[in-house]
């Protein structure tokens, strides 16, 4: 597998990862959106093959030659259990590519401006040292998929979990993870982890909620950030290998996919969920996992 170059190729750039800059000045907001889901076509490859449902998505090129030689945000394709709900398309392709843009335009980091969109199967899967998978409380995984994601985190690879609330959707996504890893176990990663200090300072794990529950919480006398009643705890939790490196991590009970979709659609929810949440943790999580 290719995934051990792809971190060594993509650790020196990450040390140049700078906090200075201001979240106020790159915040680019590009108008307001519509707020629906977009179609996506069965056989697009990446991202910006989706039609944007929020502001658009930015756009950018790098160095002619070096295309390959960059940061993926990968998003896994899965088939979803309908009873819970959910599915893999949510917040695509602004999520991914506007948590790209940023990576790309407050950092040295030089990030695929496409991103991609890949079944666990897929023999490419080995290029890209991240997995994101959105709403694993619907996650329901074939037999062929297990071996192949076994093998993926093995062999390196690191995989984020976002976007699901509840006891149900955790029991769901833990037990789908455990026919993958059945040896290992989620474990609570605790705020002084170097995770969350190794660019931003997070001192809280905070939650994100979709975006009509985190602009309606502005005028909320509880300020009510939790999709359900069961989900008011925010939980990251994560699966180590026998070094400790983070394999799999998942952040329970929040949803950043919406603070980087959401971004440009309302000063509330952009400067309390998207600035101050969001972005520093995904931010932290792609410099640290490529770094480690």
Request: hydrophobic content about 35%; some cysteine.
């Amino acid at each position: 597998m290719k995934l051990k170059a792809s971190r060594l190729n993509l650790a020196a750039a990450l040390l140049f990862l700078t906090a200075s800059v201001a979240f106020a000045q790159w915040r680019g907001r590009r108008g307001w959106g519509t707020g629906s889901e977009s179609f996506i076509p069965p056989d697009a490859r990446t991202a910006r093959q989706v039609e944007s449902h929020s502001t658009e998505t930015p756009t950018w090129t790098n160095t002619t030659g070096f295309a390959t030689d960059v940061f993926t945000f990968t998003r896994m394709k899965y088939e979803h259990n309908g009873l819970r709900g959910g599915g893999w398309g949510t917040d695509c392709p602004d999520s991914d590519l506007n948590l790209s843009f940023r990576l790309q335009q407050m950092t040295s980091l030089r990030v695929d401006p496409d991103g991609r969109l890949i079944r666990a199967t897929d023999p490419d899967l080995a290029r890209y040292p991240f997995l994101y998978i959105v709403e694993p409380g619907a996650l329901t995984l074939g037999a062929e998929e297990v071996v192949a994601l076994r093998k993926y985190l093995e062999n390196g690879g690191f995989l984020l979990l976002d976007d699901f609330w509840g006891e149900d959707q955790w029991d769901n996504a833990e037990m789908a993870l455990r026919e993958v890893l059945p040896t290992r176990r989620f474990v609570e990663l605790p705020l002084s982890h170097a995770l969350y200090s190794c660019v931003f300072k997070i001192t809280a794990k905070g939650q994100v909620p979709n975006y009509r529950l985190g602009t309606l919480s502005q005028n909320d006398p509880e300020g009510r950030t939790w999709e359900r009643e069961d989900a008011t705890e925010v939980h990251h939790r994560a699966i180590l290998d026998d070094q400790g490196r983070i394999m799999v991590l998942a952040l329970h009970n929040t949803d950043n996919g919406d603070g980087w979709e959401r971004e440009g659609e309302n000063d509330y929810y952009f400067h309390n969920f998207s600035e101050k949440i969001s972005y520093p943790l995904g931010v932290n999580i792609v410099y640290y996992i490529m770094t480690h």
